[in-house]
């Protein structure tokens, strides 16, 4: 059976980011196509709390960040930024802190899965925030933009820790020299995407991986989670004690044992989140 969706209440910065809970899946939706989604300080605090607020609830299992409009985020909304107001030593440093880098912290430490259902442009932080989540979707309209150098600036939001780590650094290096926009089927093939569709396919196949994702073994999608994330940065010993120890600890879950119990009695098993 389908939840009825759960909308909450609606104000300035609710209506920019734009949250639903729909069958176990928190929907959260860049709702600022005027803009092309660009994003304030608001709402990334938003976005952020969001993700916490996710991997604290039970009945969520998983996430999906998509946007309406032409545009997936065409970045960050400089207006009024640390760039415009002449900062003193330290203040873009604290800035970045605070911002873009706690904006894809909360993605990749989300201990639900998270899923990006890319609409159109992804720029700067934008391509960042779509990078950062666990399985991405493009339309096929869709492009990737490392539009920093075009700015004379320094990538921020994780992006030279993202890239390499997906693309290894050659590649990594010539999007963010260059800045050129990087359609989705190119983005594919570089293991960017994980699937291009239709755009009009987009939403449908994004609810179906999301609810598939909403009926597996929750805990032990989490904890698979941190051991990939960890093992980019870890030697061989430390990952293989980090998988000792995450099979420790789910083992212990309802859904462990019921997918031990279901393979034995030869059904599909189902799992609880639990």
């Known amino acids: 059976m389908t939840d009825s969706p759960r909308e909450d209440p ?5 209506s920019v980011v734009r949250h639903a809970t729909d069958n176990g899946v928190s929907w959260i ?3 600022r196509p005027e803009a092309m989604n660009a994003l304030a300080w608001d709402h990334r605090e938003r976005i952020i709390h969001l993700l916490e607020e996710a991997s604290a ?7 999906v ?3 309406t409009g032409r545009a997936f985020c065409a970045g960050a909304d400089l207006r009024g930024g640390a760039a415009a107001t002449d900062p003193r030593p330290g203040d873009v440093a604290r800035t970045i802190r605070r911002g873009a880098q706690r904006l894809i912290a909360a993605v990749l430490d ?3 899965p998270v899923l990006a259902a890319v609409n159109g442009t992804a720029a700067g932080i934008g391509a960042h925030l ?3 989540c666990d399985l991405v979707i493009a339309a096929d309209s869709a492009k990737f933009v490392e539009v920093f150098v075009r700015r004379g600036l320094v990538p921020d939001g994780g992006g030279a820790y993202l890239l390499p780590r997906l693309v290894g650094p050659q590649r990594a290096k010539e999007l963010l020299f260059f800045g050129d926009d990087l359609p989705a089927a190119a983005a594919e093939r570089l293991g960017l995407v994980n699937r291009v569709v239709p755009a009009d396919d987009l939403d449908k196949t994004a609810r179906a991986w999301a609810e598939r994702l909403a009926s ?3 805990r032990a999608l989490a904890l698979t989670k941190q051991l990939v994330n960890a093992s980019l940065d870890s030697d061989r010993t430390t990952a293989f004690a980090a ?8 083992m212990s879950t309802a859904d462990a044992q019921e997918g031990v119990r279901s393979f034995i009695e030869r059904r599909p098993p189902e799992f609880r989140g639990r």
């Open 57 to 63: 609830d039970p009945s969520v299992r998983a996430v």
């Open 29 to 31: 939706t860049l709702n």
């Open 65 to 67: 960040i998509t946007a």
């Open 10 to 14: 609606v104000d300035p910065v609710d």
């Open 110 to 112: 989300c201990e639900k």
């Open 130 to 132: 779509a990078l950062a």
């Open 216 to 218: 597996g073994p929750t």
């Open 243 to 250: 998988e000792a120890a995450a099979q420790e600890l789910n």
